[in-house]
């Protein structure tokens, strides 16, 4: 089945303690992001990567890393969270181009 | 720069009756425009899409969306709303001459009420 899943699927941590939430995709997508959502917000990209090796910034990357050593998997690194991380994050994928992305079923982080 | 607008965050229409959620954009380029659905505790799924071509999109569920390129709106549309489409629509654009990053609507949450 063609998916993108993401793991943990709730995290409750506290300030200071690095972590780490995987996405992988099984399309062979060369495109992929990570998204926060807030409440009233909509979405807001925090990273995203159009192949291995190559990744960009989005509009609130503070704090955050991401590394795309192979092309299915897109982790999400938060060096020192803080509770203005708290979010629900998705990760998404698709084919460059004009096409759809692709979501994952999101993570929920709390962080104290 | 870049933007989508929702302006309802909530709309509330009768099993049975048409349903309209409205989103405008702003973009230098040519615009490519998206609707997602989102279900309680689930991830966003994609609706339809307008890159090109015929005005009127038709996609998943039933549900339709209108490009007006002079109002510079992409509202989507159903003839007929089910109490299962409840749920939260968000509208993206991209500037199709740019870049891949998608600008997302704050989302209108859809009540269809029995």
């Known amino acids: 089945e063609a998916q993108v899943t993401q793991n943990p699927r709730y995290l409750i941590t506290v300030t200071g303690k690095k972590l780490t939430v995987t996405c992988s995709q099984n399309?062979?997508?060369?495109?992929m992001s990570w998204y926060r959502q807030d409440p009233g917000l909509g979405l807001r990209q925090i990273y995203y990567?159009?192949?291995?090796?190559?990744?960009d910034k989005g509009d609130v990357p503070e704090g955050y890393k991401v590394s795309r050593k192979e092309k299915r998997n897109f982790p999400l690194i938060l060096e020192s969270p803080s509770p203005n991380q708290t979010s629900l994050y998705f990760c998404?994928?698709?084919?460059?181009?004009?096409?759809?992305?692709?979501f994952g079923p999101g993570t929920r982080l709390t962080v104290t | 720069a870049q933007s989508v607008a929702q302006p309802e965050d909530q709309v509330n229409v009768a099993e049975g009756n048409p349903l309209t959620v409205k989103c405008t954009y702003s973009?230098?380029?040519?615009?490519?425009l998206f609707w997602y659905v989102q279900y309680p505790n689930r991830g966003l799924q994609f609706l339809l899409k307008y890159i090109t071509g015929d005005n009127l999109v038709k996609g998943s569920y039933g549900f339709e969306a209108e490009f007006n390129k002079s109002q510079t709106s992409f509202h989507l549309k159903k003839p007929s709303a089910l109490v299962s489409d409840s749920a939260l629509y968000f509208c993206a654009v991209r500037d199709g001459d740019s870049n891949y990053q998608l600008i997302w609507g704050a989302g209108t949450k859809l009540i269809i009420k029995p």
């Open positions: 973009v230098s380029g040519n615009p490519y």
């Open positions: 990567s159009m192949n291995v090796e190559v990744t």
């Open positions: 998404a994928s698709s084919f460059l181009g004009a096409y759809e992305q692709y």
């Open positions: 399309m062979n997508h060369e495109y």
